[in-house]
């Protein structure tokens, strides 16, 4: 049961802008990844309780002061830990916000830098928003004090990080646009949504702050209980990824209105929290093998919704970005979201882009091809509306 002054601790008021869960009330998990130098923030956000963690990034700058990479939402609870930063290793000089077409990411940069009034803004070139395009100033980010970072930027934190911007990827509506860093003295490439690594085990946020989504999505059915054990929470969180990745899995079925009412009659649980009984899933058998194809023994990869709608757009200028990247001696990978950090080197990380390579004899990708079908069919919808240009080369399971 959380307290009154938990609650307090937790809260979010602006949750009403990006309506997700766990809308007005966001814990934060705080992890060191480099003692003294490197630290992860994370907090959960999802709908209809496929929820996954979303991360910030914290570094510490040389002699003193902290860059921040990816904010996340300023609750009191996240701005205590951020103080207790602050007062061992100086202030917040710096915020990067790294993405032009994640809101989850872009709304809480204006509020977080309101926090740290003293801190320059660095933003992702190309920014846009929908349906109005409004200036940067209108979305909460302080006008002077925020910059647009190019190419040829001169950064005042380029004495201790190497940048590389992905994009813009033309996709009518709006670029996609992404900036990724690399701290030379931690070896560790800071990026955004590019690449990611599924963990076989719920990740610790969903695990240590808000376990219930994983019991939801372990069940069969309505009228099944909700039981906390370590296979039902790992269940849970299979299926999540099925959901979060492909939308619609192929080993997804939906019953009628009718059956879903009937079975919500007869659920155990029929509160609020609960969806009134409501669950209009059914899983079909071949549901675990979708999932041990995706997460394919934790291999770094593309999330196959920028693989189908995205980086095909403009493969030579993805190419040329990765090019770019493997220039840097990294040994660690820290996106925002998923399995963090990743022990990885130049090789694997390129080789998480090979489905862009038609000559490649590995451009065909480990996943099941029926699971990508709900993507194709919305690609071949946004091109046929005119909302998302065509691919610049054959889809990646063609």
């Known amino acids: 049961m959380t307290s009154k002054n938990e609650s307090k601790a937790f809260s979010w008021p602006f949750w ?8 007005g009330q966001r814990r934060t998990l705080m992890q060191t990844v480099v003692k003294d130098t490197l630290w992860t923030f994370e907090q959960l956000q999802g709908i209809f309780y496929v929820v996954v963690p979303i991360r910030m990034t914290v570094v510490k700058l040389q002699p003193r002061g902290l860059l921040v990479y990816a904010p996340v939402a ?5 701005m205590q830990q951020m103080r207790s930063l602050e007062a061992q290793h100086g202030p917040v000089r710096y915020i990067v916000m790294s993405t032009t077409t994640g809101i989850e990411h872009k709304v809480f940069v204006g509020p977080f830098a309101r926090k740290f009034p003293q801190a320059q803004v660095y933003v992702a070139p190309h920014q846009w928003s929908y349906p109005l395009n409004l200036p940067l100033s209108w979305l909460g980010l302080p006008s002077k004090r925020t910059y647009i970072l190019t190419s ?19 996709l009518n509506l709006g670029p996609f646009v992404e900036v990724v860093l690399f701290h030379r003295e931690s070896r560790t490439l800071l990026l955004t949504d590019s690449l990611v690594s599924l963990p076989f085990e719920p990740p610790a946020a969903l695990q240590q702050l ?3 989504p994983l019991l939801f999505h372990a069940r069969d059915s309505a009228t099944d209980p909700m ?3 370590p296979d039902t929470r790992r269940r849970g969180w299979h299926r999540i990824a099925l959901f979060s990745f492909y ?4 080993a997804l079925a939906v019953p009628t209105l009718g059956e879903a009412l009937r079975e919500a009659r007869n659920a155990p649980d029929r509160s609020r929290k609960a969806y009134f009984g409501l669950y209009p899933f ?13 997460h394919h023994e934790a291999r770094p990869f593309v999330a196959p919704v920028l693989q189908t709608l995205i980086f095909n757009r403009d493969v030579i200028q993805v190419m040329n970005w990765v090019e770019q990247v493997t220039q840097w001696g990294f040994e660690q990978v820290i996106p925002c979201h998923l399995e963090a950090p990743l022990k990885m080197r130049k090789d694997e990380f390129r080789a998480a882009f090979e489905f862009l390579n038609p000559d490649s004899l590995q451009n065909k990708p480990h996943v099941m091809a029926e699971d990508f079908q709900f993507l194709r069919d919305l ?19 063609d």
């Open 74 to 78: 300023p609750t009191p609870e996240c």
């Open 16 to 23: 009403p802008v990006v309506p997700l869960y766990p809308y």
């Open 210 to 212: 808000d376990p219930y």
């Open 282 to 294: 059914r899983w079909q058998p071949h549901w675990e093998k979708s999932f041990q194809a995706l």
């Open 379 to 397: 690609e071949a919808n946004l091109v046929r509306r005119g909302i998302t240009p065509p691919a610049s080369v054959p889809g990646s399971l």
């Open 152 to 170: 040829n930027s001169r950064v005042p934190f380029a004495d201790q990080f190497d940048y590389a911007i992905l994009g813009p990827i033309q």
């Open 247 to 250: 939308f619609q899995p192929s």
């Open 227 to 229: 039981i906390d054990t």
